[in-house]
């Protein structure tokens, strides 16, 4: 069985200091070139709330010169509730068409197949906008999991999905259809969130939730296990958020090492994914 792990970055960057931002950036790139990561990260810019094409262009440049995949992360919890097709498409109108504004202005492909909504939030009038922004990829959806988004609205519930299941594909009104192998998107799952929370190394976590995501893979007997493992680019910086913690990022650098060498995982872009599930 291929077992592939997903490194899917959401970049909320989460702190006003633009340095603090970029130097976050720079150390994530840098482990993940250490460790063997680079060309199979995959991005999703929160362009909306952090205007990264215009203030982490370097990052930009090196993270598509390495052939990582970019996508788009749109934070939608300013709706408060109001869960309306006109209010969402002009919100997520705005950040693909500047970021594909950038790639073209760069010379680089502008296609942005690949969406992870803010708070991992499912509802099919999010799924119908994305569905005609041209996205053809998502990673939304966290098997086995409740969660409210921050302005505690629920943004999903997926108690009732499975851990460990295959990449699926649905249409906006049957998102919820794990065992669908038809439709408009191909959704990968998130195996799991975070890598540090209130700086704490969630190291044993994210060990057993891989060895749980491989196990029930081979039981069902796929082929090729996806594992897409969402974290932050603010996770690694210190409690002030002003800095980047070098202890943290050592931790993220051991943890990678480990979920190679324990469990022989590959890592693998969104790109890479959907060449395979094609």
């Keep these: ?39 199979h990260t995959t991005w999703f810019l929160n362009e909306n709330d952090f205007a990264i094409t215009k203030n982490h262009q370097g990052f930009l440049h090196e993270a598509l010169r390495r052939g990582d995949a970019i996508g788009i992360h749109d934070h939608i919890d300013f709706l408060d509730g ?8 002009d919100f997520c109108l705005r950040s693909r068409d500047t970021v594909q504004a950038w790639l073209r202005a760069h ?6 197949p690949y969406h992870r909504a803010g708070c991992l939030f499912q509802h099919p009038a999010q799924y119908e906008v994305l569905r005609d922004l041209g996205y053809t990829l998502l990673s939304d959806l966290y098997p086995g999991d409740k969660s409210p988004n921050h302005t505690g609205h629920l943004s999903y519930d997926n108690r ?107 890592f693998a872009s969104l790109a890479e994914v959907a060449a395979r599930f094609a």
């Design 107 to 112: 010379g680089y492909p502008d296609a942005l």
């Design 82 to 89: 109001r869960w309306e097709y006109a209010p969402i498409y």
């Design 1 to 39: 069985m291929e077992k592939l792990l997903l490194i899917t970055v959401d970049c909320d960057l989460r702190t006003g200091d633009v340095a603090a931002r970029q130097g976050v950036l720079d150390a994530l790139l840098a482990v993940f070139a250490e460790k063997g990561a680079a060309g």
């Design 160 to 266: 009732e999905v499975p851990v460990g299941i295959s990449p699926y594909r649905h249409d906006p009104e049957n998102f919820a259809d794990y065992k669908s192998r038809r439709g408009r998107f191909l959704h990968v799952p998130v195996a799991h969130m975070y890598i540090f929370l209130e700086h704490r190394f969630l190291g044993g976590f994210i060990g057993d939730t891989v060895a749980r995501w491989l196990k029930a893979s081979e039981t069902r007997g796929v082929a090729c296990a996806p594992m897409a493992w969402c974290f932050h680019p603010y996770e690694i910086l210190t409690r002030e958020r002003t800095s980047v913690s070098t202890e943290l990022v050592r931790s993220l650098g051991e943890k990678l090492d480990e979920l190679t060498r324990e469990f022989g995982v590959e």
